[in-house]
């Protein structure tokens, strides 16, 4: 029974979600070519700083130097490069990725409970690396909720929320230049 409505809450709670990326620039044609991540930029803005900067400290504080301690900008970049191996993209021609970063939030598992989302946002944009040429442009939302009694299980059983936002925001990016097998 309780199997039942653990999936049950995650099958609605999938249902009622906003698509992840919202397309500001269509891709062009020329971006189906073979492509590689140049270089990976990230800025913040002025709450995703101070957001990024609470989360790292906490995981620094509980993670020591390990992957999941890393400070954010270099976790995020080790991700992308990690993940366009992964999907092949490494030859043809050189993107750079730019990821403007509005929000960071990884509330407290008090938080949590209290109904706070998980949520990591911010502007994309993948240009030539060679000439500038912005190719697209994209604004990417990982927007998690897990409310109560979940949302704390979910915290407490897997640890890592930052890294799996982190995770999820990548892997939309990635779908942009080359969509997983099977879909």
Do not use: W
Not at 81 to 105: I, M, N, P
Not at 108 to 134: F, I, K, Q
Not at 141 to 147: A, I, L, M
Not at 155 to 160: K, Q, S, Y
């Amino acid at each position: 029974m309780l199997r039942f409505l653990f999936l049950a809450t995650v099958l609605l709670a999938g249902a009622c979600t906003t698509p992840a990326v919202t397309m500001l620039q269509p891709h062009p044609t020329a971006l189906g070519d073979p492509v590689y991540l140049y270089e990976i930029d990230l800025s913040l803005g002025p709450q995703a700083r101070r957001d990024v900067a609470a989360a790292d400290a906490k995981a620094q504080a509980r993670h020591g130097a390990d992957y999941a301690g890393m400070p954010f900008d270099a976790l995020l970049r080790r991700m992308f490069k990690e993940g366009a191996a992964a999907r092949g993209l490494s030859g043809g021609r050189a993107l750079s990725v730019a990821v403007e970063l509005d929000h960071l939030r990884v509330p407290t598992a008090g938080g949590a409970l209290g109904g706070r989302h998980d949520r990591l946002a911010g502007l994309v944009r993948l240009s030539d690396a060679r000439t500038g040429e912005v190719l697209t442009a994209f604004y990417v939302d990982v927007d998690r909720h897990y409310p109560g009694l979940l949302g704390l299980a979910v915290r407490e059983g897997n640890g890592g929320v930052r890294e799996r936002l982190a995770s999820a925001f990548v892997r939309h990016v990635l779908d942009q230049l080359a969509p997983p097998p099977g879909r």
